[in-house]
């Protein structure tokens, strides 16, 4: 990131096409899960795991909207509670990080007419990986195993939905 102030950098107002987050290296994504739900259920947030110890958490509000902001990783968001209930894991499907993870090369938030975030793009060389906030985190990954080039898929997953 380019400011001397991690937290500023994730508070500030971010464009639609922003740079906050260019040349950072991705080396894990993981899903937040509700536990009582199970395995099964769909992330209520998703975490970006950065080379620099930072993380980035992708979460959904109550009116379908996504919080792009600061992660907490390894320890779980405040809101998690009771925290016994919670738990970080891998999405199914997700490829591996090739060796020193992906590279971000552009980031975009698409914004609905109030001008609130309901997408985010995290671009990568090789592919992209898409958040859409609903009722929980929908997140589609546009990217071949071990970061090779992919097809995108035809089709949106529906609200909720994780597609990887």
Same mark, same amino acid.
């Given at each position: 990131m380019r400011v001397e102030n991690d937290e500023e950098a994730f508070r500030s107002t971010r464009q639609g096409n922003a740079e906050w987050l260019r040349g950072a290296r991705v080396? &894990? %994504? =993981?899903? =937040?899960?509700?536990?009582? $739900?199970?395995?099964?259920?769909?992330? $209520?947030?998703v975490e970006f795991l950065l080379s620099d110890r930072q993380s980035l958490l992708l979460t959904c509000a109550s009116d #379908?909207? =996504? *919080?792009v902001g600061p &992660?907490? #990783?390894p320890r779980l968001p405040e809101w998690c509670?009771?925290? /016994?209930? #919670? $738990?970080?894991?891998? =999405?199914? *499907?997700?490829? $591996?990080?090739?060796? !020193? !993870?992906w590279t971000v090369t552009r980031t975009e938030e698409l914004r609905d007419e109030r001008g609130e975030v309901h997408q985010a793009v995290i671009r990568c060389e090789g592919g992209s990986f898409v958040?859409? /906030?609903?009722?929980?985190?929908?997140?589609?990954?546009?990217?071949?195993?071990? /970061?090779?080039?992919?097809?995108?898929?035809? *089709?949106?997953?529906?609200? /909720?939905? %994780?597609?990887v």
């Amino acid at each position: 990131m380019r400011v001397e102030n991690d937290e500023e950098a994730f508070r500030s107002t971010r464009q639609g096409n922003a740079e906050w987050l260019r040349g950072a290296r991705v080396v &894990g %994504v =993981l899903g =937040l899960f509700y536990r009582p $739900e199970g395995r099964m259920g769909e992330p $209520e947030a998703v975490e970006f795991l950065l080379s620099d110890r930072q993380s980035l958490l992708l979460t959904c509000a109550s009116d #379908w909207t =996504l *919080h792009v902001g600061p &992660g907490t #990783w390894p320890r779980l968001p405040e809101w998690c509670v009771p925290a /016994g209930q #919670w $738990e970080f894991a891998a =999405l199914p *499907h997700l490829p $591996e990080p090739p060796d !020193g !993870g992906w590279t971000v090369t552009r980031t975009e938030e698409l914004r609905d007419e109030r001008g609130e975030v309901h997408q985010a793009v995290i671009r990568c060389e090789g592919g992209s990986f898409v958040v859409i /906030g609903g009722d929980t985190v929908a997140m589609r990954d546009t990217r071949g195993h071990r /970061g090779a080039v992919a097809t995108p898929r035809d *089709h949106q997953p529906p609200c /909720g939905a %994780v597609s990887v």
